[in-house]
């Protein structure tokens, strides 16, 4: 599970992006989606791993057409920077930091007593309904404003979380799964945040004789053994899946809160000498089973950044990185190897800095959309170093300090002018009286 920015973002995965749980039918027909059953042997994993990658990528080649989701309709915010982005399938590719992820944790599950079918090629447009409400995410969710998210059309969006394909799975009759996928979400800008990254969520429901369920009103389930028998199984099952990445490592729980599950816990690892968020996850909210006609059933959930667990064991310092075409990134990764990012950019930044006065109602990730469309990867990192409002006015100013620079060549104050000149003029789009 995970959700967006300042909520659809703070939900299940730790990458500084994240996401949450979702819900009903896909966007297209689940026969256009890849799935694969996993059987509790991971020597079949390895064994078909690289015909099954090649069938999955298949899959998602149609997705890979930007004009799909540019499209002319008032409600379509999605630029043509993020549009280029949608089905490069990055977490199919077996020597990709992120695809070398995604399989380890696969290899994992497949390795449990449990039968999990994977999901990883489904279509990144979603609906409303199955990213928002069947989670239950409110209407007045900071998430769910065009400013963190991207609309297709009123009722459709670029996926901010692979939870969105939840309620769907259920629906069809999967009751253990896992969904790995490319999200979006508008978000700041540094070396930890991009508008697209990547997800992978787990879901397991229990059958209802396992469990014996009387009639009990919510606060009675939340309260009972069987409860706490669910949590305790997920802390296990991910407590091995920290151990199966980093190596027998130093774990602690803290209670938490996500909308679709109840109770919610967040866990962090030791990882050479510091704690570090891993993911989120929790026991599936009642109302979330009852939205796919569940009401008797009980299960967990969890969600994960792939990018977040990529630095880290990577030692990656850039999540720009992992969308470089240059060969001197890609030659250092191998299939199933986790080896450590010999960085090869050493070029300066560029600083330049913009002030300006903001209209009502501004919001910062709109501005930084914009400048992500002005100078696309080549702005590294933006923030406020200046906010001051006038008194005799009301109206406040912010100054920003934006950093350019290039991962494969030296930039010159010549183009960086050029396009500072250009994200000025494009701020009166958003009301922006630039001082």
Known sequence: ??????AVAALFAAVAASAPCAALTAFVPSGAQSTRPFAASSSRLSAHAEAETKEWAAGAVEYATPERYSIDHPSNNVPPHIAELVGRGLHLKEDHPIGIIRAKIQEYFAGLDDEFTVFDAEDPIVTTTQCFDDLRIPPDHPGRSPSDTYYVTDETLLRTHTSAHQSQHLREGHERFLCTGDVYRRDEIDASHYPAFHQLEGVKLYDEDELKVQDLDHDEWIESGQCKMIADDLKKVLEGL???????????????????????????????GEWLEVLGCGVVHTEVLSNVNMPERHGWAFGLGLERLAMILFKIPDIRLFWTDDERFHS????????????????????KDIAFWTPEGYVENDFFELARGVAGDLVERIECTDEFTNPKTGKTSKCYRIAYRSMDRSLTNEEINELQDNLRDQSAELELEVR
Do not use: N
């Open 332 to 351: 250092q990764f191998e299939a199933g190897q986790i080896t450590t990012f010999e960085p090869y950019s050493k070029y300066p930044p560029v600083f």
């Open 242 to 272: 920290m151990d199966h990445l980093f190596g027998p490592c130093e774990k602690r729980w803290a209670d938490d809160y996500f909308p679709f599950t109840e109770p919610s816990f967040e866990m962090e690892i030791m990882y050479e």
């Open 1 to 6: 599970m995970t959700i967006s920015s300042a």
